[in-house]
């Protein structure tokens, strides 16, 4: 079960956060919508709405899944930029990947949402000082939390669901 779950295993941030680390992970963050489409290519809708794992989301709900979290991340990026130590708003992603939407839509949308919101996060990431990746938000749950962890957590994620997907396509041989 974990290794469905976690196909790239959990995100654990390095100790220290390098410049070429965060360039890195803007590369990931720039590259995931060209992955995730890739992933989804060619899928019936049957496919898509099959879990990769028992208990576990549909190929649809994923993909729906990931402009959802990361327009969240993106807005948190901007507000720990323009706000000192704002306190975020989370959100319930299990309840919001059972949406109407989320577990029936076409998921051309999302696919050029992630893209669309991909290439301007990106932008945005690129322009950033060292100085900023320091800026925090405050996530009720979690504590202070940096740009720079926020920045390889997101990295991760977009890798971390798509392979789901890739992962399950390998299985049945799609």
Known sequence: MEDLRYPTGRYTPPAEISASQRDEWIEQIAAAPANLRQ???DLSDQQLDRPYRVGGWTSRQITHHLPDSHLN????????????TPIIKPYEESRWA????????????????????????????????????GRTFR??????ISLDW?????????????????QLRKREDW
């Open 73 to 84: 991340a993106y807005v948190r990026f901007r507000l720990a930029l323009t706000e000192d």
């Open 150 to 166: 926020t920045l390889g957590l997101y990295a991760w994620h977009g890798r971390h669901h798509t392979a789901q997907i890739q």
């Open 39 to 41: 992933a989804v290519e």
């Open 98 to 133: 059972t949406l109407p939407d989320a577990k029936s839509a076409p998921i051309q949308s999302s696919l050029d949402l992630l893209e669309a919101l991909h290439h301007r996060w990106v932008l945005l990431l690129t322009a950033l000082s060292g100085a900023d990746y």
């Open 139 to 144: 996530h009720p749950e979690l504590g202070e």
